[in-house]
T-cell receptor
Framework: NAGVTQTPKFRVLKTGQSMTLLCAQD?????MYWYRQDPGMGLRLIHYSVGEGTTAKGEVPDGYNVSRLKKQNFLLGLESAAPSQTSVYFC????????????FGSGTRLTVV | GENVEQHPSTLSVQEGDSAVIKCTYSDSASNYFPWYKQELGKGPQLIIDIRSNVGEKKDQRIAVTLNKTAKHFSLHITETQPEDSAVYFC????????????FGKGTTLSVSS
C-alpha cells in the first residue's frame, strides 16, 4: 500500500505560470483534502472533496481550483501563480464518517519566484 | 470563522520529563479532536484522537483530555524521549457532519538528553 502519493515533490514556478499538483490514494477513501503549511501558520484548508465529482471550499480557497474526476485522485490547480502561494502543500484522505483521522501525503514544496 | 488556538508554540523539556500542549476551539459543534506529529520533511501522522463523548484517552505514554464545556483539550506526553522531538498539531472537526479538520498552529517540542 502506497497510501497517499503527491506529485511532484518539489517545484519552482515563475509568477503567472500555472501548474497542477496531483494527489493519489489507494485506500478507497471517500474524502480528500488539500492543505497548505506556512511557517507559524499551521495547516490551512484550501479545498476538500467528499466524493467523486464533488468539491468544497476551505479556509483559504482563493487562487486555487480543484477537481475530483476519479475517486482516487484529487488535483489542485494554480492558474496564475503568485509569490504568496509559495508554501508546502499537503494532501490528505480519510474514510467516510465523522471520527476518522487523516492519512497525509509527504507534501509538495512549491516556490513561486 | 472557526479556529483552534494552540499553546505553547515551543516547548523544551529534559528527557524523562512530561510535556503538555493545550488547545481551545471555537465551534461548539466540533465532535472529533485528533493530534498529529510531524517530523522534519514529512507529512503529519495521527498519534491519538478523542471523540466528544469521551473525557480522556490513553495510549502508552500519550494521553488526551477533553473538556467540552470549556472547549478545551490537551495532549500529555509522559517520560519524554529524544525521538518525541517534533512539531505537534491539534485539530478539531468542523463543517457539516464534521467533514473537515481545522488545525492549530503547532507546537515545536524539543526533548534534550
Amino acid at each position: 500500500n502506497a497510501g497517499v502519493t503527491q506529485t511532484p515533490k518539489f517545484r519552482v514556478l515563475k509568477t503567472g505560470q500555472s501548474m497542477t499538483l496531483l494527489c493519489a490514494q489507494d485506500m478507497n477513501h471517500e474524502y480528500m483534502y488539500w492543505y497548505r503549511q506556512d511557517p507559524g501558520m499551521g495547516l490551512r484548508l484550501i479545498h476538500y472533496s467528499v466524493g467523486e465529482g464533488t468539491t468544497a471550499k476551505g479556509e483559504v480557497p482563493d487562487g486555487y481550483n480543484v477537481s475530483r474526476l476519479k475517486k482516487q485522485n484529487f488535483l489542485l490547480g494554480l492558474e496564475s501563480a503568485a509569490p504568496s502561494q509559495t508554501s508546502v502543500y499537503f494532501c490528505a484522505s480519510r474514510r467516510q464518517g465523522g471520527s476518522y483521522g487523516y492519512t497525509f501525503g509527504s507534501g509538495t514544496r512549491l516556490t513561486v519566484v | 470563522g472557526e479556529n483552534v488556538e494552540q499553546h505553547p508554540s515551543t516547548l523544551s523539556v529534559q528527557e524523562g520529563d512530561s510535556a503538555v500542549i493545550k488547545c481551545t476551539y471555537s465551534d461548539s459543534a466540533s465532535n472529533y479532536f485528533p493530534w498529529y506529529k510531524q517530523e522534519l520533511g514529512k507529512g503529519p501522522q495521527l498519534i491519538i484522537d478523542i471523540r466528544s463523548n469521551v473525557g480522556e484517552k490513553k495510549d502508552q505514554r500519550i494521553a488526551v483530555t477533553l473538556n467540552k464545556t470549556a472547549k478545551h483539550f490537551s495532549l500529555h506526553i509522559t517520560e519524554t524521549q529524544p525521538e518525541d522531538s517534533a512539531v505537534y498539531f491539534c485539530a478539531a472537526s468542523i463543517g457539516q457532519a464534521g467533514t473537515a479538520l481545522i488545525f492549530g498552529k503547532g507546537t515545536t517540542l524539543s526533548v534534550s538528553s
